[in-house]
């Protein structure tokens, strides 16, 4: 099974703590060894970093964890194919273009006769499921709201839609991000946290790395991660229950 980890907040953050831990996953503390990628929204720019090697050796990695890029909604996979070539681009996240927006997206799971058809101008680039999963839904957006973004509650009632609908074709645990707000779908394994003051010590389950976040915060700061196991050993992980989509806004989860 891949790995998914994301991170949104109410002002721009590293994620090197938490990826420091994930990336090992990548073929070191687990399987994970056929690719992995992690993008960052900056404003409304985005950096992507892929490579089809493991996460636990790959000079991007590396150059990632060394680089504390700060942002408000970040998104990582750690690649165990099921469907598809090892090949870059099969490699998650995806990127693509909706009104004027980049859109994240990373898929953990296994979608089994899924061929949908494509009528809003995208298209998959690769052969996996994944992101044919993630056309489908900027096909299924653009033909609802073909004048751009809807106001955000309509636009989560129909994102939660079209993934359930894709969820009846299997395992399907996805991360969706806009800029604006960080998606968690949960079909089997998803977990998340919220830090907030009091901040205190975190230790991470892959490795012996301990941070004090009082250290290294402000009073108002508020970060969630979302992760398909938890990152640390020492904190309250909260199990989102299958079936469940979240949507996180400002580093906590929105009603609804």
């Known amino acids: 099974m891949c790995q998914l980890l994301g991170m949104n907040c109410n002002t721009p953050t590293d994620i090197c703590f938490s990826f420091e831990g994930f990336h090992t996953r990548g073929g070191l503390t687990d399987v994970h060894r056929d690719g992995w990628g992690i993008a960052f929204f900056e404003g409304t720019g985005c950096r992507s970093f892929l490579d089809i090697r493991p996460a636990a050796d790959s000079p991007v990695a590396e150059l990632v964890r060394r680089y504390p890029i700060r942002s408000m909604n970040a998104i990582a996979h750690i690649r165990k194919a ?49 992101e044919r999963a993630f056309c489908l839904i900027l096909d299924t957006l653009k033909a609802r709201f ?73 009073h108002d700061d508020r970060v969630a991660i979302i992760a398909t196991a938890p990152i640390t050993d020492n904190e309250e992980w909260i199990r989102i229950e299958p079936g469940t989509t979240l949507v996180f806004v400002d580093g906590a989860p929105v009603p609804g």
Do not use: M
């Open 146 to 218: 073909p004048d751009g973004p809807p106001e955000a509650p309509l636009l989560f009632e129909a994102l939660r839609g079209v993934i359930r609908a894709i969820a009846t074709h299997g395992e399907c645990n996805v991360l969706l991000s806009n800029g604006d707000f960080l998606l968690a779908h949960c079909s089997t394994h998803l977990s998340y946290l919220v830090r907030q003051a009091p901040f205190s010590v975190a230790h991470l389950k892959d490795r012996d790395l301990t941070v004090d976040f009082s250290e290294l915060t402000t």
């Open 82 to 130: 099921t469907q598809g070539v090892v090949a870059l681009e099969n490699t998650h996240p995806f990127v693509r273009e909706l009104w004027g927006r980049y859109w994240l997206f990373a898929h953990n799971g296994d979608l089994k006769d899924f061929a949908p058809v494509f009528g809003g101008g995208f298209r998959p680039v690769g052969s996996t499921d994944s």
